[in-house]
């Protein structure tokens, strides 16, 4: 049996004003059981309400998805029961609460009772690091220590399922790095997760497989090396100063995607091959200019422009 | 469906999350001094009006009402702290778990009617003396009884109105002082019931607290204990019918939730 | 002095348009109405019609103190958790002035709450009030305003210098009207008690609202305006010099923009 499986998955929000916003259109993904899926995607392309729908907050348009066998529109209290899920933010705790207090109340809300309630409750705050501040008052948590609450509270249930939207969003690079830590460990333990991020580095260092989604569609599923093959070999180049006649030149260099002016003077040229990037910085110093600089697009560009034929310098 | 032994868990729960609350809210010092001293300074406020019109026997009808009245403004409190879920962000989480809302909203405001029944006892055993009510001993626990189960009953029918402030928690405040405001109109606190329009007059038997108030002032009349527990039957029924409501209603809050419109965080 | 003028006017001219958008503002509002309807059902069982006139007055000044309380409560912590406290006090205005202002266009509230109260008790109850004395009435309402609106800039002041008292804010209401007469003349209360209430510029206000909108002549109108105007004067001062003592201190400690 997969964990999760999603088929046709299509959700559409009806406007006050406008048109109806189609936020999925039409998602097939199986994720078998024990596979750390990453989920990636620019804001908007509809990763959240994928989330929100597997978690039973938010109903489908049409299509199915079940977890754990549970369809979540006929057997919604099975999938509540097998579902774990951390929202990112620092929002979602009890600030008046302590953190045992705050893991009690949601273990009891999961049916958890008495010792197994204690000892699951104690097993929790030891594993995020909390135990020694499991008596204090959550409103006085840093970041860090309220998004480790949230995944120890994700946990409570000792879910077989595992929904992760965004969980590092706002953490500063240490918390993130233990809290990616922690999230391998669970891995090792057979958990499955589904977790969303825009971070492409995130999602290598911890999926099994990576899903781009894009507009409401599943733009494809790889393993993190192919994704990651594809980002490396775009490049771009941004120059200062560069006359009309270069300019020219460097759009006909074999492996140049683009050359676009993006104000203030400055020339972008993307290229989709390591040696076409050589080619252009060597037009570039040949025609004197001084002003230039390398850098990676994000993983958005890159498969913006996979799929949308559409220039990296175009803003999605 | 939820067992018994569920929903008091969750309600015991729910309810660690409101004494939090009322700690934040409240010190003992400023609930004596401010929120205690507000009740009864608004108790005092209409028992006055009798002292102004003139008529002792309508006073001693108004302090009475106005002493029962208080557990009315406090439980409706509830309204508010309802809401607070939504600044939270804990919303989509008790969406997305298996808790019955209306079993958790029912323990998570619970500090209220407590508070209330501290109030209210207060302001029915110790003000009414000033107005020429003597309270004999034996009445006393009779009273305090009839107190908690009205803060009780009127705590179920506020779930109702709670439940319609989570969708418009916008007007929270609004919504919880026209239902207070009407129920102090209507219940039989200032002007007798009879005094309404008949349709009106229905809608106050369906008050709880139209009850309750019918027990106070059976025992301050010293009428038959069959009267007084009538009146607490008559309470409870109409509290029972109410909390029934409001938890079909928090449901169906829920539910439209996840539809998509209404969203909840 | 067009510093202060300044922010005055544009205080004034904001809170206006703010409250116009402000759900607060209809919150204030619908307290009248619903008042007037118990306060009038009193009047009505008990046979006082010759009262009637208490039961629109009352809720008129309650929805004036309460919009006043409230405003003067949330604005300057508003300002301050927004971080628009620091550009404000960057800016050339005076910031009681501004804060005065505001509180001045917070108390055109009392217009729509006097005419629901009025409205209300003519509908529900078929029993309309006259205003027997229509400039002593004007006159009531502008000094009532204006020592509302003085009043509560220094509640304000009180709250910005002690953000513990914003927990007694709600508690502050009730009080003040069992005290200042609102519904219940000061004149029936015990001297003892009449004395202290004197000292609230609203107990005179109250008295005066009724005069007017009694067919009685009424008595000592100059002398009852300058009283409550010497009040609200006090007590903009003394919330002037709050403010701006409050304001030295914090810049030479750098503690403004910390809530």
Same mark, same amino acid.
């Given at each position: 049996m997969s964990a999760l499986e999603i088929t046709g998955l299509r959700r559409v929000y009806q406007r006050k004003r406008g048109d109806p916003l189609e936020a999925l259109r039409g998602i097939d993904l199986v994720v078998p059981e024990g596979e750390v899926h990453g989920l990636l995607g620019p804001n908007g392309a509809g990763k959240t309400t994928l989330c929100k729908i597997v978690s039973t907050v938010l109903l489908p348009t049409s299509g199915t998805v079940r977890v754990l066998g549970h369809d979540v529109v006929t057997d919604t209290a099975g999938v509540k029961s097998s579902l774990g899920i951390v929202f990112g &933010? #620092?929002? &979602?705790?009890? #600030?008046?609460?302590t953190a045992r207090q705050n893991l009690t109340f949601w273990a009891s809300v999961y049916g958890i009772t008495g010792t197994r309630r204690r000892r699951r409750v104690g097993e929790l705050l030891e594993r995020v690091g909390l135990a020694e501040r499991a =008596? =204090? !008052? !959550? &409103? &006085?948590?840093s970041r860090g220590m309220k998004q480790r609450l949230h995944l120890a509270r994700g946990l409570v249930s000792d879910p077989g399922v595992l929904i992760l939207d =965004?969980?590092? !969003?706002?953490?500063d690079p240490v918390a993130a790095r233990d809290f990616r830590a922690l999230v391998g460990e669970l891995r090792g333990g057979g958990t499955t997760i589904l977790m969303t991020t825009h971070d492409m580095a995130e999602a290598a260092a911890l999926s099994d497989r990576v899903s781009l989604i894009d507009q409401g569609r599943l733009v494809m599923t790889e393993t993190p090396e192919t994704v990651g093959d594809l980002v490396s070999a775009y490049e771009r180049v941004d120059a200062r100063g560069v006359p009309e006649r270069v300019r020219e030149q460097l759009a006909v260099l074999p492996g140049v995607v683009s050359v676009t002016g993006t104000g203030g003077g400055l020339t972008r040229v993307e290229t989709e091959a390591p040696e076409a990037t050589l080619a252009v910085q060597r037009a570039l110093v040949d025609a004197e200019v001084r002003d230039v600089s390398l850098s990676r697009p994000t993983l958005e560009e890159v498969y913006l422009h996979l799929v949308g034929g559409r220039g990296m310098g175009v803003d999605p | 469906m939820i067992t018994p032994v569920q929903a008091a868990r969750t309600v015991r729960h729910a309810a660690v999350i409101a004494r939090a609350d009322l700690g934040v809210v409240y010190s003992w010092r400023t609930w004596l001094f401010g929120w205690l001293i507000r009740l009864l300074c608004q108790m005092v406020f209409y028992s006055l009006v009798g002292v102004l019109v003139g008529d002792p026997e309508y006073t001693v009808h108004i302090v009475l009402g106005a002493a029962v009245m208080t557990c009315v403004a406090e439980t409706m409190l509830a309204t508010a702290s309802t809401c607070w879920d939504r600044h939270q962000g804990t919303m989509g989480l008790l969406t997305a778990s298996p808790v019955e809302p209306g079993v958790f909203y029912f323990g998570r405001s619970l500090q209220w009617p407590a508070s209330a029944t501290a109030t209210t006892s207060i302001a029915l055993l110790a003000v009414p003396p000033f107005f020429g009510i003597a309270w004999e001993w034996h009445q006393v626990p009779v009273l305090v009884g009839i107190v908690v189960l009205t803060c009780l009953s009127t705590y179920c029918m506020t779930m109702l109105v709670a439940s319609f402030a989570l969708v418009l928690s916008e007007a929270r405040n609004i919504i919880s002082a026209i239902s207070t405001t009407c129920v102090i109109a209507i219940s039989g606190a200032m002007v007798p019931v009879e005094f309404w329009p008949v349709p009106v007059q229905w809608i106050a038997q369906a008050l709880p607290v139209t009850h309750g108030l019918a027990a106070v002032r059976a025992v301050e009349a010293g009428a038959p204990a069959s009267a007084v527990l009538a009146s607490v039957g008559l309470m409870l029924l109409a509290a029972a019918c109410w909390l029934s409501l409001a938890l079909v209603s928090f449901r169906q809050v829920f539910a439209r939730a996840r539809t998509g419109n209404g969203a909840l965080d | 002095m067009r510093r202060l003028l300044g922010g005055f006017t544009l205080g004034l001219g904001f809170q206006l348009r703010a409250m116009v958008r402000s759900a607060d503002t209809y919150f204030a509002l619908v307290g009248a109405p619903l008042t007037t309807v118990v306060l009038m059902s009193m009047m009505l069982y008990s046979g006082r019609t010759d009262l009637a006139s208490y039961a629109v007055v009352a809720p008129t000044l309650m929805s004036l103190w309460t919009a006043g309380l409230m405003f003067a409560g949330e604005m300057i912590s508003e300002d301050r958790e927004n971080g628009r406290l620091e550009p404000l006090l960057a800016s050339p205005v005076s910031l009681p002035s501004l804060v005065f202002g505001r509180l001045c266009g917070a108390m055109f509230i009392s217009l729509p709450a006097f005419a629901l109260a009025i409205v209300t008790a003519g509908l529900v109850f078929g029993v309309w009030i006259t205003i027997h004395h229509p400039v002593v009435f004007v006159l009531a309402v502008l000094a009532t305003s204006l020592a509302t609106a003085a009043t509560v800039t220094a509640l304000s002041a009180v709250f910005i210098v002690a953000p513990g008292a914003r927990i007694v804010q709600n508690s502050l209401s009730m009080p003040v009207f069992l005290l200042a007469g609102v519904?219940?003349?000061?004149?029936?209360?015990p001297v003892w008690l009449e004395g202290a209430s004197r000292v609230l510029y609203l107990s005179w206000g109250a008295d005066l609202f009724r005069d007017a909108l009694e067919p009685a002549p009424v008595e000592a109108v100059a002398l009852r305006l300058l009283t409550m105007a010497a009040l609200g004067a006090a007590a903009l001062a003394f919330g002037s010099l709050t403010l701006v003592r409050f304001l030295r201190r914090a810049r030479a400690e750098g503690t403004l923009s910390r809530v």
């Open positions: &933010g #620092d929002k &979602g705790a009890y #600030d008046r609460l =008596e =204090e !008052v !959550v &409103g &006085g948590f =965004e969980p590092t !969003v706002g953490m | - | 519904m219940v003349p000061v004149a029936l209360f």
